[in-house]
């Protein structure tokens, strides 16, 4: 059987100047990604990690909720031409129909904010994640980058916790994961420090391990050249020593050999559609 191999592509950009998200950056605009994963697994059928941001045909099934509206003025995200989400899964012959599993890095609107979108499939998460989720009031909620509204109702019957399978020992220094597919094709590692249960994915048996940190960093040369931004982006953290320790765990995996991967950074990965997908459109 060959690895399990997951693919990754863009389906918005935010707009940031490099000085906020790395230490000694320069005064100018660089597009962030906001990427989604894909991968086809006998145990999850056709599988995405996080679904992106929500787009206008999301919001114009949902309650109008002013703290999003604040949300959205303040990051002014980009949604790319065309439904990018649809256009990627297209790829492999997917529609967004046919996706019966969605694994959750954690409850940030970029993150989940299209899940209404699937209302079928089964949803995975960290347990500390839901729960913290869950005994929060909306506005402490919102003020973390969580949003009621982008939440599906009947998530409850359709939710499943990495914390329920079996722990094994992750490559590198990454400690123990979480064995998501029981066969230790995919691992869910803990990654404190960003929100409230954020995990990144493993991927231990290609041929270089790959490790999807998700929000460790905007970008990789903050972790790896020690230039994690500061203020006013620190603000974002939820506990910045654990995130802290997070980065040491990314850029030790680095150095043991691994591939590394952000949900964010703008340059280009071995796993990423984009290229093709641009070269397409």
């Known amino acids: ?39 086809h697994h006998e145990a999850t059928g056709h599988s995405l990690i996080d679904t992106g941001y929500f787009n206008a045909g999301t919001l114009q099934g949902l309650k109008k909720s002013a703290f999003l509206e604040i949300y959205r ?42 899940l209404h979108d699937f209302p079928d499939a089964k949803i995975m998460c960290s347990r500390k994640a839901w729960t913290i989720y869950r005994s929060n009031t909306r506005i402490k909620n919102a003020l973390a980058g969580v949003f009621d509204v982008l939440v599906p109702d009947d998530i409850d019957k359709r939710l499943a916790f990495f914390e329920d399978h079996t722990v094994v020992t992750a ?20 990654l404190p420090g960003h929100a409230a249960g954020h995990v990144g994915f493993c991927f231990p048996r290609l041929p270089v391990p790959l490790f999807y940190a998700t929000d460790s960093q ?3 040369r903050a972790i790896l050249e020690n230039r994690a931004p500061g203020f006013p982006a620190s603000l ?45 459109s």
């Open 1 to 39: 059987m060959s690895p399990l191999s997951p693919r990754f592509f863009t389906t918005s950009l935010l707009p940031v100047l490099e000085r906020l998200v790395l230490k000694g950056g320069r005064w100018r605009k660089t597009d962030l990604r906001v990427r989604v994963g894909y991968f």
């Open 73 to 114: 003025a303040l990051l002014r995200p980009s949604t790319l031409a065309n439904d990018r989400l649809s256009i990627g899964l297209a790829r492999f012959g997917v529609t967004t129909k046919q996706i019966q599993t969605i694994l959750i890095t954690h409850f940030h609107a970029d993150h989940i904010g299209r």
């Open 171 to 190: 490559p590198g220094a990454l400690g123990n994961g979480y064995d998501l597919l029981e066969d230790g094709s995919l691992l869910a590692i803990d």
């Open 218 to 220: 905007w970008l990789i």
């Open 236 to 280: 974002v953290g939820a506990d910045r020593k654990a995130l802290r320790s997070s980065m040491r765990k990314v850029e030790a995996f680095v150095k043991d050999g691994g591939e590394v991967m952000l949900c964010h950074d703008p340059n280009g990965h071995p796993y990423d559609l984009d290229a093709e997908l641009e070269a397409r």
